[in-house]
């Protein structure tokens, strides 16, 4: 008797470990794009690594850079980005700490198409961390289109179609920061064409 409760216990007690979000293994999405090449693009234009692309919707912001590392800032301001490009930038840049895990990742491009993958977090699903996938095609030196976006913690797949528009600035935050650079993993699996 003893036995069969004591199994039973352990059941629910896993069955209880799972639903509350501790086994998190289900809903995480492997980060890959790291561990592949940086570009094929036949003569296809590259994003450009010298400012920063803001949405047309005004509340999100991409950074590229050269060594195939994006930052993807997706926090409102209060106004559109795009209306006032250097106040934005000024925001972002006196806002929260860049160097954390969320929103920093690797993008890869094929072609026009770019596949994006970063580290997001929000604390209402499941897996608070875990990895966004978005699909852009760069349209010329100015504009880039994000196609699709997926989170994977919520199995959420949007088709946005989002313009972003390109600016040049000086500022970038420093991507040698970035928390990936400092991961074992991450320099492990590192594709030779990134380093």
């Given at each position: 008797?003893f036995?069969?409760?004591?199994?039973?216990?352990?059941?629910?007690?896993?069955?209880?470990?799972?639903?509350?979000?501790?086994?998190?293994?289900?809903?995480?999405?492997?980060?890959?794009?790291?561990t592949?090449?940086?570009?094929?693009?036949?003569?296809?234009?590259?994003?450009?690594?010298?400012?920063?692309?803001?949405?047309?919707?005004?509340?999100?912001?991409?950074?590229?850079?050269?060594?195939?590392?994006?930052?993807a800032?997706?926090?409102?301001l209060?106004?559109?980005?795009?209306?006032?490009?250097?106040?934005?930038?000024?925001?972002?840049?006196?806002?929260?700490?860049?160097?954390?895990?969320?929103?920093?990742?690797?993008?890869?491009q094929n072609?026009?198409?770019?596949?994006?993958?970063?580290?997001?977090?929000h604390?209402?699903?499941?897996c608070?961390?875990?990895?966004?996938?978005?699909l852009?095609?760069v349209?010329?030196?100015?504009?880039?289109?994000?196609?699709?976006t997926?989170?994977?913690?919520?199995?959420?797949?949007?088709?946005?179609?989002?313009?972003?528009?390109?600016?040049?600035?000086?500022?970038?935050?420093?991507?040698?920061?970035?928390?990936?650079?400092?991961?074992?993993?991450?320099?492990?699996?590192?594709?030779?064409?990134r380093?």
């Open positions: 008797m036995r069969l409760a004591r199994g039973t216990y352990l059941l629910m007690s896993l069955g209880i470990f799972c639903g509350c979000g501790f086994v998190r293994i289900t809903c995480r999405k492997p980060f890959a794009v790291h592949t090449p940086i570009s094929h693009r036949c003569g296809h234009l590259a994003p450009r690594t010298d400012g920063v692309y803001f949405s047309e919707n005004g509340f999100q912001a991409l950074f590229f850079y050269s060594n195939g590392q994006v930052l800032y997706a926090r409102g209060g106004f559109n980005y795009t209306l006032y490009p250097d106040s934005a930038l000024h925001l972002i840049e006196k806002g929260r700490p860049m160097f954390t895990r969320d929103n920093w990742g690797c993008y890869k072609g026009d198409s770019l596949a994006i993958q970063h580290f997001n977090y604390p209402e699903y499941i608070n961390r875990s990895v966004v996938d978005m852009a095609i349209l010329d030196g100015q504009h880039l289109v994000v196609r699709s997926t989170y994977h913690a919520s199995r959420e797949s949007y088709a946005t179609n989002e313009v972003y528009q390109f600016h040049h600035s000086s500022y970038k935050p420093d991507s040698s920061q970035a928390w990936l650079n400092h991961r074992l993993w991450f320099q492990k699996e590192l594709h030779v064409d380093k």
